[in-house]
């Protein structure tokens, strides 16, 4: 009679363990044994290798009235660069109970619910759960639509080149001798000053040593930061003062210029000699 209680203590020990077992089980496998459908939205073509977003909706073919369940939507950029100003909104299922939805929408009315993301990065995706309980037996849909804030964008980089010249040539000169005469222009400014010229008109009486009464120089672009130097030599074939005057100059319209004053002179020599007009012979003459 004790053996026979006590296995009966056993066996309801492993009964209850049993039971217990099948009840934890059991929600997991009610889960799994739903049968999921997955819709999808590619857009704005309708075809993923076209389009940019990817919108997948993974939830239950069919529930049980009176359930709980959870669906799905993921957003996917299907780009390599990021896409801005993302608005999802979700209709919500008609006849079904909304009781929890990770991550909270924006904008939520009970029928339906907006999600907004600023900026989703290339290859980037993004996923809502929605928790709902059937209310009532029938068909149940929810329609989901994407809007993007779209823009077209372009810089410019604004920048500015100037034009700086500086002229040297000697002070004084004497009129056989060569004038030596550099010209140095520089791009002082941002940005590239283009086909610059410099234009150097000689005073009358000055040549260049082939003959010329103006040097003229294609400088060509000059970047930022840029300087190139000319340098001649002129001949004057008269005295005085002279103003020398160079201009530099770019498609742009800028220009910039510089003088210098040279004299030219001419040297005069006299030779003067004195002496006694009459010595007498034998006397030294100064």
């Known amino acids: 009679m004790t053996r026979f209680h006590g296995d009966s203590a056993l066996a309801r020990r492993t009964l209850l363990i049993a039971l217990l077992g099948l009840m934890t089980l059991a929600p997991a496998q009610a889960q799994q044994s739903l049968r999921l459908a997955k819709t999808q939205m590619a857009y704005p073509t309708g075809d993923p290798r076209t389009s940019i977003l990817l919108l997948e909706r993974t939830w239950p073919a069919e529930v049980r009235a009176g359930t709980t369940f959870e669906y799905e939507l993921k957003l996917s950029n299907l780009t390599d660069a990021p896409i801005h100003g993302i608005t999802l909104t979700e209709q919500m299922p008609t006849g079904l109970t909304i009781t929890a939805i990770n991550p909270q929408a ?28 059937a209310g009532r037996t029938g068909e149940a849909s929810a329609c989901a639509s994407i809007t993007l804030q779209s823009q077209a964008c372009a810089s410019m980089l604004v920048v500015q080149p100037a034009l700086q010249l500086v ?9 056989c001798d060569p004038i030596p005469v550099t010209v140095t222009v520089t791009n002082t400014g941002s940005g590239v000053a283009r086909n610059v010229h ?29 300087a190139r130097e000319v340098a001649f030599q002129a ?17 742009g319209g800028l220009r910039a210029q510089d003088s210098t004053r040279t004299r030219i002179t001419r040297p005069v020599l006299t030779l003067g000699k004195t002496g006694p007009n009459v010595r007498f012979l034998g006397r030294p003459a100064t």
Do not use: F
């Open 106 to 133: 924006q904008r939520a009315d009970g029928a339906v619910g907006s999600w907004y993301w600023e900026t989703l990065g290339a290859h980037a995706n993004s996923t809502i759960r929605i928790q709902a309980t």
């Open 167 to 175: 002229k040297n040539a000697p002070a004084e000169v004497i009129i």
């Open 198 to 226: 410099i234009v150097d008109t000689l005073p009358n009486g000055w040549t260049t040593a082939d003959g010329q009464r103006e040097v003229t120089v294609n400088i060509g672009d000059l970047a930022a930061g840029q």
């Open 235 to 251: 001949h004057a074939t008269q005295t005085g003062d002279y103003t020398n005057t160079a201009m530099a100059t770019e498609d």
